[in-house]
C-alpha cells in the first residue's frame, strides 16, 4: 500500500532525543516519539540493548511481532539464529550492542496470530535516524555489523546491496556523521533471511562466515 502521509506527519525523531543519553533515558523517551506515523500501530518503540561499552554494535532492521511485544530486540527467531552464529564464531550476545533502524514495528495484515511484517520505507528510516546516530554517540562502537539490506542501504545510502558487500570490512562512510565513527564496518545477510532461504543450512554458514570476519576484527573476541 502506498504511503499516504503527508510530510508534516513525519517531522523525525529530533525532537525526541534527550539531551543526556543512557540506555535508559533513550528507552524511556523514545515511547513518546511521533517522529513519523508508525508508533500508532506498534505496541511500543524498541530501543537498542547491550553493553554501552561494546565494542561491536548490530545493527538490524527493525522490532518483529515479538520484539514489538516485547520491547526488546531481536528475542523472536531471527534473533535465535544470530545468537547462535555469534556464539559459533566466538562473539558472547551479551557483550555486544544490538540494535535497529527504525525503533518501531511497521506491519500489515494478519496471518492467524502473526502480524505480517512490511520492511520500512525509506523515510521511515529517515525520520528514525536521530535515534541511531544518539545511539553511537553513546556507545561509540569499534566495529559494527549491518544485517541485512535496509541497515546497509541506512548507512551507505540506497544503491547498498548486500549480496555485493557482504562479508568485506569496509569503512565508516563519510556521507554518516557521528563524532567517533567506527574504525570498520562488515554487511552480512539478514538471520530472518536464514529462516527464509530453501537452503538453511547454507544461509545460515554463510551468516556464520561473514560474521567470522568480524569476529576476527575485534581485539579480544570472546
Ligand atoms: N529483525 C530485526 O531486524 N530486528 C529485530 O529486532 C528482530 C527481527
Ligand atoms: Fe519515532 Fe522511529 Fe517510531 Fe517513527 S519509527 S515514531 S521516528 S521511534
Known sequence: MPD??????RPGAGA????SLSL???RQAAQ??????LYRDATQAVMGDGRVDAELMLLGEQPGDREDREGEPFVGPAGKVLDEALVEVGISPAEVYITNVVKHFRWSGTRGKQRIHQSPSRAHVAACGPWLEAELRLVRPTGVVLLGGTAGKAVYGAGFRVGESRGRVRDWPASFAVARPPAWVLAT?????????????????????DLRVAADRLISPT
Open 4 to 9: 499516504r502521509t503527508r510530510p508534516q506527519e
Open 16 to 19: 525526541w532525543v534527550p539531551q
Open 24 to 26: 535508559r533515558s533513550l
Open 32 to 37: 513518546e516519539c511521533r517522529g513519523c506515523e
Open 189 to 209: 545477510t539478514h538471520p530472518s533471511a536464514v529462516l527464509r532461504a530453501e537452503d538453511r543450512r547454507s544461509a545460515y554458514e554463510g551468516l556464520v562466515a
